[in-house]
């Protein structure tokens, strides 16, 4: 990218990081009554010179849109003698007016919309549209969700996971919080996975399975691509005789976009992770009650997993069996938690992290985000929270009472900080042409980072005791 494209493409993006909804052009809202008639809506439509209306009908607000038009002249009867509640949409996603244009951006992509309406209480100042929004970020950010939804071929979508990536560096040095940046770059990788498997798989196998992703990806925390972790549920009875080779092309072609192969296998070409859902019914059964010694790794991966395309209810069927079958296994949860613990080191680490010149690295995935990620997960899987990110997670244990609200607080500050860390030292070493990887060396980090990554590492610590309090780790 010339210099002069680049440096217009960071200010396009820092005009989004800083700008508020009210900065954008806010069309002023335009009412109509839900009992009126097509005709005459279309009539206001035409001397107002616009394309959509509000419409209210009791309390209920909607939107009333030329695509709902087109839609409306396909059924049968007059359009005349058709009130326009009957063809609007309502349930309508709002923004606050002094919301980040970030969020906004967001919501559109989150909720596959067009168009937000804009509320400050109870007054609706206006809607905010996609092509508004999308001109006052110079056809940036929001146009990569476009270009997912348009591909036409696995190149199309190279391309715009390549742009994800420029993306997430601008986000970054733009100064947007981690979490931010995790949540867009999630909802824009889960639309390209599903795009992918729209493009691969016939129409009869999507409507017949779930399509997964799972790990870091179904909690909504990874940012730079890793590992795949992918996984599809079939409807019971229903076969496709070319189910291997489409599962094969699929985790090809994410290769192709960037996302390395599982080396452990959890992929689409694993018959493991594709196959029915009573299959994977018996399969979870065994992780949990077999003496394999992948069970605990697998339910893991499995726990964090979403749905990105197909039938989303097969993945609830077999999350409803899992509650089942782990009433009682007390043994099961605390061999699972005790994961948490695996990766902790001597007391030394404490000194390597003031000592100057240490050049042995320190692993920020195994030391610092997998303890907090894992130990969650596991008061999770005991309490039957089903929140898919770590910090959804934390919240919903600490309104439980199972984890202090001060605990609760630093770790979801400690993660982030992990997160935020790991990018950093990961975007340095991607701009040095080097691997994307989790080792640091502690002289390699400023003194502030050093003192934050002690603390988090000793918050680490504090969860740790807690899991073997609640599951009586030191039994085992």
């Not at 640091?440 to 988090?456: C, G, Y």
């Amino acid at each position: 990218m010339p210099q002069t494209r680049a440096s217009d493409t960071q200010r396009e993006m820092l005009s989004l990081v800083t700008a508020r909804v009210r900065d954008a052009y806010v069309r002023k809202p335009f009412f109509v009554d839900g009992a009126l008639d097509l005709v005459s809506v279309c009539r206001l439509l035409s001397q107002q010179g616009l394309t959509n209306a509000l419409v209210r009908d009791g309390d209920r607000l909607g939107i009333f849109t030329t695509t709902d038009l087109r839609d409306a002249l396909l059924r049968d009867g007059p359009p005349a003698a058709l009130a326009v509640r009957e063809v609007s949409r309502f349930g309508l996603i709002e923004v606050h007016p002094d919301a980040e244009l970030f969020e906004a951006l967001w919501l559109m992509v989150r909720h596959r919309v067009h168009r937000l309406v804009v509320r400050d209480g109870d007054t609706v100042l206006g809607v905010l549209g996609q092509l508004d929004l999308v001109s006052f970020v110079a056809n940036h950010s929001h146009i990569v969700a476009v270009q997912i939804d348009e591909a036409a071929s696995v190149a199309d979508l190279r391309a715009a996971a390549q742009r994800i990536d420029t993306m997430i560096g601008l986000l970054h040095d733009g100064g947007i919080k981690i979490e931010l940046i995790a949540r867009l770059v999630g909802e824009l990788n889960h639309r390209l996975f599903a795009r992918l498997w729209d493009l691969l798989a016939p129409a009869d196998l999507v409507a017949n399975s779930c399509l997964l992703v799972m790990g870091s990806e179904g909690r909504g925390e990874q940012i730079l691509k890793t590992d795949q972790d992918n996984a599809l549920l079939l409807r019971d009875g229903y076969e496709h005789p070319q189910l291997a080779e489409i599962a094969g092309r699929f985790n090809a072609a994410l290769a192709e976009l960037g996302y390395p192969p599982c080396p452990g296998q959890i992929m689409l070409t694993n018959p493991l992770w594709r196959c029915s859902l009573a299959s994977f019914r018996d399969t979870l059964r065994e992780w949990v009650y077999g003496a394999g010694p992948d069970g605990t790794l697998h339910l893991a991966i499995f726990f964090d997993a979403a749905a990105v395309a197909g039938d989303a209810t097969l993945l609830q069927q077999a999350r409803e069996h899992l509650d089942r079958i782990l009433a009682g296994g007390d043994a099961f949860l605390a061999r699972f938690a005790a994961a948490a613990d695996q990766f902790d080191e001597p007391q030394s680490w404490w000194q390597r992290l003031t000592a100057r010149g240490d050049e042995q690295p320190l692993d920020l995935k195994k030391l610092g985000t997998f303890p907090i990620v894992h130990g969650v997960r596991a008061l999770s899987l005991q309490h039957g929270v089903r929140e898919p990110g770590t910090a959804q997670r934390l919240r919903r244990l600490v309104e439980r009472g199972i984890v202090d609200a001060d605990l609760g607080r630093d770790l979801i500050e400690a993660l982030h900080y992990l997160m935020a860390l790991k990018l950093r030292h990961q975007l340095r070493q991607r701009a040095a042409g080097e691997p994307a990887g989790n080792l640091v060396r502690p002289s390699d980090l400023s003194t502030m980072d050093r003192d934050q990554l002690k603390d988090a590492l000793a918050i680490n610590r504090r969860l740790r005791a807690l899991l073997r309090q609640r599951l009586r780790l030191d039994a085992l």
